[in-house]
């Protein structure tokens, strides 16, 4: 089924889709409307895209680009390969297709396009190989698009490795959706997320991490530092499957409102199928500590310094755990500019 | 030099922990404040540095003829005042060594003087982490982060050293610390006294007055200064407690 009739089928998101509980969805144009319908339905396919099967697909936002006639990239990582790369997509849709080799080490960082459009869609299909070790980031400078998609879905084979980690800093409405399958017994998927946002602007995440296998390992840290009117939610779903023993999983959001107006909405949902496993969630939302403040003015530092300060280290903190390669040093080099 | 005139302060329910503090402290002296748990030591020092737990109800203290309860809090300290608390507090991400070169060139933009670079900082922290016998580690650590009680006694004298304030209250320095780390912080504070600074130092035992020789010894309970004297004050209460002073 492709993506466009699969979009007729499910139809335009609403707030009583649970995939889209925190989302604006009055702002997405419908692309069902006669005007849309008529642009999506006499759009030529593209051969990688008739491939795919669409059927079982939920999510709106992994649809849309197919649906838009986006133009696909596939790249295929050879095994044991040791590749650095960056992905950039040209147009408002855009559809990525990475096949990563057997014991690869690949760093990849996602740039943002430069279309300026009412709205950007992107979906990425990031297959990994046994025993590969793959890092995710992107690290944009404040993107002023209206309306941002982003979807990524990534499989991961056995003792296979991935780190994904971004700092949003949208000034629009954003959403990142990540469906992850670990399918293979050993493997291990680190998602950290920052952000900063300001104004008006609005940014949910929404995840689904499947443990197929036992012995895999899951990790979620959001982090957001949100002032004026921002609205931030974290939706994240962790699935442990009946045979997967040993599964570890931790989720965490720690929000700093920095203003009265600003507000976050969290939703940790557990699905868990096996007794022998370990899963946490937690959320913490607050202020700036006061202690802390007290203790930097207190040694002569202005307040606004000392709140800056204090801000930068919440943020930095997000990636301190990460090993010293290029994704962690890109991330905190945003941070200290 | 500090002069502290009747001071009285709450907390937020109300309850009243100082009531009504004297204190002169001149330039080259040295004023132990001893007295129970409970007394308000702690509390006198955080009035003095502006913490917003506290509420002040009346009195001054002024530095230098400066009222500091009239400044903001981060003033207080510009101007001269150093307080260590009881319990550092942790700021993880906050680099140490940043974190004290922030603090630095916010006292000479204060003072009018000019930022001071990285190389020289170096040079003054590296000098004065000697002083402290500190290692290479406090540079990378966030401020007191995963630190043990001693180290983080000896990271605030550090801050006392670069900072060089004219009054340092220092609230149970001593605490926390094994039998060399006192003799070293101890000797790092003797070394940062000058006779144009002053210190005052909250403690519960003798020892740290075996290094540090006090000039006045004061006895605070339920929130005033009932008892002052001289060194030999202290070396009393170690034998006798403070049951047989009367209020």
Redo the contacts between chains.
Sequence with gaps: MDAVTRIQQIGMPRRNNELWTFFPVAKIPNVLSADGDCRVANAPRNDKQESLDFSKENDFAALLPLAKNARTMVKAIPEGANEMAMLKCNDDFGHTVLDIGKGAHVSLEILDNKVQHEIVAERFDISVGEGADVEIFFANPASALPLRFRHFRITQAANSTVRFSNILTDSGIGRISMDCDLNGEGASFDYRSLSILDNTASMHQRLTIRHNAPNTVSTQLARNLLSGSAYASYDGMVIVGEKCTKVNSGQLVNTILLSENASVSVKPVLKIYHDDVECTHGNTVGELD???M??????????E??KK??M???A??TF?PLPETPAKKRLLQTLSV | MLSIKDLKASIEDGTQILKGINLEVKPGEVHAIMGPNGSGKSTLSKVI????AYKVDGGSVELDGKNLLEM???E???SGLF?STQY??E????NNVE?LK??LN??RA?LGLPEIGDEEFKKFCEEKMQLLEMDERYRER??NDGMSGGEKKRNEIL?MAI?DPKVSFLDETDSGLDIDALRIVANGINHIMSPEKAVILVTHYQRLLDYIKPTYVHVLRHGKIILSGGPELALKLEEQGYDWIEE
């Design positions: 006061a202690e802390q007290f203790y930097l003015v207190s040694r002569g530092i202005p307040k310094a000392a300060m204090l930068a280290s919440f930095k903190e301190y | 540095a502006g913490h917003p903001e809090i981060n207080r300290a510009n307080i550092p507090t700021i993880p991400g906050v974190f922030m603090a916010s006292k204060y966030g401020v801050q900072l």
